[in-house]
């Protein structure tokens, strides 16, 4: 099956801290636009990043992606994990781009020991405003504990990121392959993390 | 990761997402690949990792993780020669390891096919260095091929297993980052079968290269490379894209490839594109003539110049007056890695064309931005290493010098820690500490991971105390091989082929070398005793001017935390009093769990439940019993 779609290429980047699922997150998304008959790439960094480090996952779904890298301005959509990493991807956004922030703030040792300032709330959100306007938040570790287990964070995110109807791929299909990409036990939280992210979104972007 | 029905499945023309080492994996069933044996090295990782899970339902197929790479290479080199269809898998670093047999192994050449794939690492993402092993090939005398995506990563290993059996040569299969941890669609192929067992045919006058043999080989394997050459001219691995009649001709491979396509696209250029699958030999006839139909080749990899370099080698040895274009003239970087960006800007300079996109705006905003607190990688929450780093610290204050090696334990170099002074190569932890023990006069604490130890710990360790050096080594044994994703190794108790076999004690070995001052610690049953180890040990280095080690014990928080999830028990959090906490900062400032972090109000500290590990370190860590446990 070849992607015959002559759509863009949509870029995604996926910005977050090593341990919150990023990998998880984009390789669902990635077998669910697969599931669609598009052509996919993703470009996940393993090894030394993955321990408790900043991790930047992309994923690229149309006929012409090739490479796994997704460039300066040219992302239609970030899904931030964390703010300060959100701000750190923050040169790939295209002008145009969306920013989903889940606003839960996982603190640097670096900032515990004194030897750096997290930025105020305030100056994270004019920053990202500097970029676009095209921007939403909520407590996505909170909607993942309501949904029973904070570990489900990842599946709030990509059912927000569906719900901006700027992943190329329907709601339905992407929930199914969630629920099949996890073990029974953890299934029906995870399908519930997602339904929330995606109802979430919905109400914000309205 | 990718499931192993997957990964298993006989469903020919299945389309299944994967990451480009689990389609090396998959590549191996499908190219009826006998033995493979490796040692885990990121980017390289998860082809050992899948073919662990896939090894016991393959039939006839061996797999392990081996000792090192040079150990790794020996055994699948021998089980070519044997006559069946063999691998090895190292990242670039490790390919040097192995570097010794694999000389050797083109000289006296195989029977069966045997595929070296090796990973580098442009960006250095997990590497000591960025070196490029396409040298390899070209000093070796090998044939190398190089896949540019998820699903060459497998179309070019069944060719390259069939290149090899043609010309009865070892072939290096050279992949990138990039390529090896990249996702896409991979098209599913026929499983071969592969056999039971195979005679050993003895030839000796060609498989033991003394110098009478070694004379004979070595224009043989010319000879062969000329063959080889000739394959690589009509190779489809080599092949051309777009017009022939335009002016811009680009030479390209790997991962590089894709770049230039999406460049292309971008620019809307008219260009010639030569891909090149197999990048030893070249095809050097159809370079050429590929060189005769353009005005301007652009030649655009990676690292080093080594298409380039040969290209021109091409241009000048069959007088083709055309302009060459690549890092030479500076017109491309010769570190890190690409993206299409790099690309496109080169490609704007070379031909004096406008940048598509805007970036200064972008810039522009970026300078604006306010400074980020950096967050590198860290030991983890609940890593036994921060405990034993710990204690080490407070021994020695910070005045000792510590060697340290190749694992998650060099994260140990971050502050507040900072208890890694000088690294090399896996296993330079205990013999750099040889070195600086001979010729300062200072305390020399070095650390080295369980699996390092085995890899290529022990001979430093022989040398240690055959010639008395008086160093303190840390074996931090967290049960696994942890930086690369938790293989088991020669102390853990289990194969590759998930055989449960006895474990080798690292105590026991250590006194089997002749070493007098041994002992095992458990770092969470008592900090005090930890520390009092390390202090006891240092004091009997100084004394006896002879190597000691204790094996600091502890399993991997990340298979603790495992475990747990498996188990769904959930042990009563750990929390700070703040009645108690005197915000003296010690838990935070030394100690630096990514569990702990600063209440800014109150300047007391705080511990995310969602990350803590339940190690429980820090309870002993605080001065003032403010670290408790809920009920």
Redo the contacts between chains.
């Keep these: 099956?070849t992607d015959t779609s002559n759509t863009r290429t949509e870029n995604i980047v996926i910005s977050g801290?090593?341990?919150q699922g990023v990998l998880t997150l984009?390789?669902i998304m990635?077998?669910t636009a697969?599931q669609e008959g598009r052509?996919?790439?993703?470009?996940?960094?393993?090894?030394?990043?993955?321990?408790?480090?900043?991790v930047v996952c992309t994923v690229r779904i149309g006929a012409?992606a090739?490479?796994?890298?997704v460039?300066?301005?040219?992302a239609q959509l970030i899904i931030g994990f964390e703010p300060?990493?959100t701000?750190?991807e923050?040169?790939l956004l295209h002008?145009d781009g969306f920013v989903i922030l889940n606003s839960h703030v996982?603190?640097?040792?670096?900032?515990?020991?004194?030897?750096?300032?997290?930025?105020p709330d305030d100056?994270?959100r004019e920053?990202i405003r500097?970029?676009t306007t095209r921007f939403v938040e909520f407590d996505a570790?909170e909607l993942a504990r309501q949904a029973g287990s904070?570990r489900s964070m990842n599946m709030v995110m990509f059912g927000a990121s569906v719900g901006t109807g700027l992943v190329p791929v329907s709601a339905s299909i992407a929930e199914n392959v969630v629920a099949e990409s996890f073990p029974e036990?953890f299934r029906e939280v995870n399908v519930r993390a997602f339904r929330t992210g995606l109802k979430t979104i919905r109400s914000l972007m309205r | 990761m990718a499931k192993l029905e997957d990964l298993l499945d006989t469903t020919i023309g299945r389309r299944v997402l994967l990451l480009a080492n689990e389609a090396i994996a998959r590549g191996v069933l499908e190219a009826g690949v006998r033995l493979v044996a490796l040692y885990p090295g990121t980017p390289s990782s998860e082809i050992g990792n899948s073919l662990f899970k896939m090894a016991p339902h393959i039939p006839n197929f061996y797999f392990e993780f081996s000792t090192n790479e040079k150990v790794a290479l020996e055994v699948a080199g021998a089980a070519a020669i044997a006559g069946v269809r063999a691998m090895m898998v190292c990242k670039g670093p490790g390919l040097n390891v192995a570097a010794d047999p694999f000389f050797s192994l083109a000289y006296v050449g195989v029977r069966a096919g045997l595929v070296i794939v090796v990973a580098d690492d442009p960006g250095m993402w997990s590497s000591q260095n960025e070196n490029d092993s396409r040298y390899y090939a070209l000093m070796g005398n090998m044939p190398m091929v190089e896949p540019a995506d998820p699903a060459e990563a497998k179309s070019l290993l069944l060719a390259a297993y069939d290149l090899s059996e043609e010309l009865e040569l070892p072939v290096l299969f050279r992949t990138t980052t990039r390529v090896n941890h990249s996702r896409a669609g991979v098209e599913l192929g026929p499983i071969r079968d592969r056999p039971d067992k195979v005679e050993f045919v003895k030839e000796p006058f060609r498989f033991v290269p003394v110098p009478a043999v070694a004379r004979t080989r070595h224009p043989w394997l010319l000879k062969q490379m000329e063959q080889a050459r000739e394959i690589s001219e009509s190779s489809s691995l080599n092949f051309c894209i777009g017009r022939e009649e335009c002016e811009v001709g680009i030479i390209t491979s790997g991962v590089s490839y894709n770049y230039v396509l999406e460049a292309i696209q971008e620019l809307d250029l008219e260009a010639e594109v030569f891909k090149i699958g197999i990048t030893n030999p070249l095809p050097r006839d159809s370079i050429v003539d590929f060189l005769r139909r353009h005005k301007r080749i652009i030649v655009v990899e990676e690292l080093e110049p080594y298409l380039e370099r040969q290209v021109r080698a091409f241009a000048q040895h069959q007088d083709v007056a055309v302009n060459i274009y690549g890092k030479e003239d500076g017109l491309f970087p010769r570190v890190y890695e690409y993206s299409t960006q790099t690309v496109v800007d080169a490609l704007t300079k070379i031909l004096g064309r406008p940048a598509p996109i805007d970036l200064t705006s972008i810039q522009e905003k970026e300078k604006r931005l306010p400074d980020l607190p950096p967050r590198p990688p860290l030991l983890c929450p609940g890593c036994p290493h921060r405990a034993t780093y710990y204690a080490i610290r407070v021994v020695t204050r910070g005045k000792a010098v510590y060697p340290s090696d190749i694992g998650c334990y060099t994260l140990s170099i971050a502050p507040p820690l900072e208890t890694a002074d000088i690294l090399f190569d896996m296993g330079s932890s205990v013999t750099t500490a040889c070195g600086i023990a001979q010729v300062t006069g200072q305390d020399v604490v070095a650390t080295i991971g369980d699996s390092t130890f085995f890899a290529s710990g022990l001979p430093g360790l022989v040398n240690a105390v055959y010639n008395q050096h008086p160093i303190a080594l840390v074996v931090l044994d967290n049960r696994t091989t942890a930086m690369t994703g938790h293989q088991p190794h020669p102390g853990t108790g289990v194969t590759g082929m998930h055989q449960k076999v006895n474990p080798i004690d690292i105590e026991k070995v250590c006194r089997g070398l002749g070493v007098e001052w041994v002992r095992t610690v458990r770092p969470f049953e008592s900090l005090a005793k930890l520390v009092a180890d390390v202090r006891e040990m240092l004091e009997w280095v100084r004394e006896n001017k002879a190597p000691a080690v204790l094996v600091s014990r502890e399993p991997c928080a990340l298979l603790t935390a495992a475990e747990r999830r498996r188990s769904g028990e959930s042990p009563p959090p750990y929390y700070v009093d703040p009645e108690v906490c005197t915000a003296c900062g010690r838990c935070l400032n030394r100690f630096a769990c990514p569990a702990m972090y600063l209440d800014t109000e109150t300047g007391k500290a705080v511990i995310d439940e969602t990350l803590c590990n339940f190690c429980g370190v820090c309870v002993s860590v605080c001065p003032h019993g403010a670290i408790k446990r809920r009920e």
């Design positions: 099956m801290v090593g341990g984009a390789e990635a077998r697969l052509n996919v790439r993703v470009g996940e960094i393993h090894g030394m990043a993955q321990r408790g480090g900043h012409e090739y490479g796994p890298i460039d300066h301005g040219t300060i990493e701000l750190r923050i040169h002008p996982q603190h640097p040792v670096a900032v515990s020991m004194g030897k750096a300032e997290y930025p100056v994270i920053s500097m970029f570790l904070s036990r």
